[in-house]
């Protein structure tokens, strides 16, 4: 325990990385670090060490490179040996993990903060901020050891390709004023390789020893290095696919309790991932987990159309209001709020009629008395004085089909006013004849203008005749419509209209439902902001008082269930399915228990495909691994980028585990002009804002890691977005 006075505690390592702060402990992680934490002194007596020296140690045993990372201690081993009981292993390393914001002193001025150490042998910072009820403020910090007499640690790099062989450092640690003499294995599971043998360590000393592993396949490679039984410690790293990743992806609905995901071929390393959700909220939900972009490719991200998609935000952001904190992070839901709010306060100052019935939608719901309250009574308030004496919204159509369709989103926008509905009914019987047209007639409904019966049955008949159905549920097809600012009505839009149109028929409307839900794209979104706001409208009204569902899920390939899942009725939270296979399956499905409308899934499928040469066009970037590079020492990467003249370039170089940009030789590259500045990241060094027409040249590195490492691929961006892609290398990289 520690024991401070502050009212805040934050506490990280302060060896590699920068101090921040995280959020409170699981207890599934108190009770894994009970099982390795550090042992053998508490974390004050830990505080009082000094920092280790460095000192010469003896090795023996199956060879290697001697370490110089000793340390000395002045006193006896604190060793205790048992064959039968060795050291648990230590598994547990976190970068950082207290996070304490409301610690109560009370009288006495002190409090006691419970903490479960990790398992990392390092300085811990300790941070204290207070206040007294005053206003008074105190700040101190401290500086915790926690480290063991003896210890062996594994240098492992965050991850690896398939194909990678790693020379894996191992090496222990005798901080103690005695020699120490014990058996080290090193065994290690989802890739190849294993090393065991006698090891000798002098006194304050370090031996270290290298042990081959082979990324054979894909997955999480586990390693597990003992020191007799001293200590133990287990590492883990990722072995990542070394191929180009191919994406596909769509979505479906679960329906009928069995429904088809279209295969591919992945490969021996492909992943299939299915998320299963339910209901209006559920969506919601993960539109809020899109954060206000649509994916298009794995690289790019396409803002929406700047009003129409902040009007969206707005109008999503409001629809998450009743949602529980526990599915939904309000500070997402008011960030997403606050950066919406300001493009919506210009726009409507002076809208045109076409921004006031679309302001006048999104905003649809606010409370009354608030500013957006008031900014929806001016909107609702100009689409209806713009409505002209025959009853429709022209705002400049060009064609009678595009005033149909603006009367009708005004019409929907313009609320409960019985002498607008009236006029605008008068527009569309004057217009009957267009309507025979099944997406107008489904938008002549929505509007809901449409009050006589005789009328309203014969447009319900045509959308009807129109609506194709299948597993997925029933969608309309637009067939070449356009809206009136000329932009084709896409499949999800007309869908939304007819399940407006069609809301007195509960199964029709919600097949309809079902139906957006199956288009929805997994990045997010349905197409631009006016059709994701008709969409969530939609949802809205068919399945907005609906309870999830409470079911079991399967996924299947050729009848095997290889995964499992459950949907409660107490929350909207999705359930994700993941499988791998090898690319010959002949049927791929998802199938519930209790099968339900609303109930659908989105599938990414990924495969990896053989890398190909660079791509060439009018950018280009080539990258050649440097000759000779050994660990420790600088080596030079060669590097090519060849972009227009007046293009500003981005590119991010690919590297392999453990190979880490050399900071003086980047710096003074940047001096140069090669390029603005630089970042380092896992696997890759990012080169912004390149000089205009490009730059060739050498770009230091130092690897720290031995063995035939794969890079990551490099890739070139102009003014955002993907212009051109280098295939990895292998690199080889000899030890010091």
Not at 264 to 277: F, I, M, Q, Y
Not at 670 to 699: D, I, K, M, T, Y
């Amino acid at each position: 325990m520690i024991r401070m006075m502050p009212m805040l505690l934050l506490l990280s390592c302060t060896d590699d990385e920068p101090f921040h702060a995280v959020g409170a402990l699981p207890e599934e992680q108190r009770a894994a670090a009970g099982r390795g934490g550090a042992k053998g002194r508490s974390l004050l007596d830990q505080a009082a060490g000094a920092p280790a020296s460095t000192m010469p140690g003896a090795a023996e045993g199956f060879g290697g490179v001697d370490g110089l990372i000793g340390g000395l201690r002045d006193r006896k081993p604190e060793v205790e040996k048992d064959d039968e009981a060795p050291a648990p292993a230590r598994s547990w390393f976190p970068e950082s993990f207290l996070w304490a914001p409301a610690v109560e002193i009370g009288p006495t001025g002190i409090a006691t903060v419970d903490i479960a150490v990790p398992d990392s042998l390092t300085t811990w910072r300790v941070l204290g901020l207070g206040f007294s009820p005053g206003g008074a403020q105190a700040g101190a910090t401290l500086e915790v050891l926690s480290t063991l007499p003896a210890y062996v640690e594994v240098v492992v790099p965050g991850s690896l390709y398939t194909g990678d062989v790693l020379s894996l450092p191992v090496q222990v640690v005798n901080t103690t004023v005695g020699a120490l003499s014990e058996r080290l294995d090193v065994r290690i599971t989802g890739a190849g390789g294993s090393g065991s043998g006698s090891l000798s360590v002098s006194a304050g000393g370090t031996s270290a020893r290298a042990v081959q592993l082979v990324a054979d396949h894909a997955g999480t490679a586990t390693i597990l290095a003992s020191f007799g039984a001293i200590d133990s410690v287990e590492r883990t790293l990722a072995v990542r696919p070394y191929g180009r990743p191919l994406d596909r992806r769509g979505s479906g609905a679960v329906g009928g309790g069995v429904s088809a995901v279209p295969a591919g071929a992945p490969g021996p390393d492909g992943e299939l991932v299915v998320r299963v959700w339910s209901g209006a909220e559920s969506v919601i939900r993960e539109e809020l987990n899109g954060g206000g972009a649509v994916p298009l490719f794995d690289d790019t991200i396409l803002p929406r159309w700047p009003l129409a998609g902040s009007v969206y935000d707005f109008a999503l952001a409001q629809a998450a209001t009743g949602l529980d904190p526990a599915d939904v992070d309000p500070d997402v839901v008011r960030s997403m709020r606050i950066r919406a709010w300001q493009p919506l306060a210009r726009a409507g100052r002076a809208p045109s009629t076409s921004d006031a019935c679309l302001l006048a939608e999104g905003l649809r719901g606010a409370p009354t008395g608030t500013a957006e309250g008031l900014l929806l009574d001016r909107m609702v308030d100009n689409v209806r004085a713009a409505q002209a004496p025959d009853g429709s919204w022209t705002n400049g159509a060009a064609t009678v089909d595009g005033s149909l369709l603006q009367t009708a989103a005004c019409a929907l926008a313009a609320g409960d006013d019985a002498g607008v509905r009236l006029r605008t009914e008068g527009f569309f019987v004057r217009n009957r004849p267009r309507l025979d047209d099944p997406t107008l007639a489904a938008w002549a409904l929505a509007s809901g203008a449409i009050t006589e019966a005789e009328l309203r049955g014969v447009l319900q008949a045509t959308v009807k005749a129109a609506l194709v159905r299948d597993q997925n549920g029933a969608h309309l097809d637009p067939a070449g419509n356009l809206r009136p600012d000329g932009v084709p009505i896409g499949v999800a839009e007309a869908t939304a209209a007819a399940a407006l149109a069609m809301h007195d028929d509960k199964e029709l409307a919600s097949a309809l439902a079902t139906g957006l839900l199956a288009l929805r794209r997994p990045g997010g979104g349905w197409g631009d902001g006016f059709t994701n706001l008709m969409v969530l409208r939609a949802l809205g009204e068919v399945f907005g008082g609906d309870a999830a569902i409470a079911t079991d899920v399967q996924l299947l390939i050729d009848g095997v269930v290889l995964d499992t899942g459950s949907l409660v009725a107490t929350g909207h939270a999705p359930v994700t399915l993941r499988a791998r296979w090898s690319g010959n399956a002949a049927r791929i499905e998802v199938a519930a228990t209790r099968p339900s409308p609303g109930l659908v899934y989105s599938w990414h499928a990924r495969s990896y495909a053989p890398w190909g040469p660079a791509e060439v066009g009018a950018a280009e970037v080539t990258v050649v691994p440097p000759k000779n590079a050994r660990v420790g020492v600088v080596a030079n990467l060669g590097v090519n980028i060849a972009t227009p003249s007046t293009a500003s370039a981005t590119v991010a170089i690919g590297l392999p585990a453990g190979v880490r940009p050399d900071p003086a030789g980047m710096d003074a590259l940047v001096g140069q002009g090669a390029f603005a500045n630089w970042r380092a990241a896992e696997g890759s060094v990012v080169l912004e804002n390149v000089a205009h027409g490009g730059w060739s040249g050498p770009l230091p590195v130092v690897p720290a890691l031995a063995g035939r490492l794969a890079s990551g691929p490099t890739r070139l961006y102009i003014d955002s977005a993907g212009a051109a892609l280098a295939p990895p290398a292998r690199w080889s990289i000899t030890g010091p």
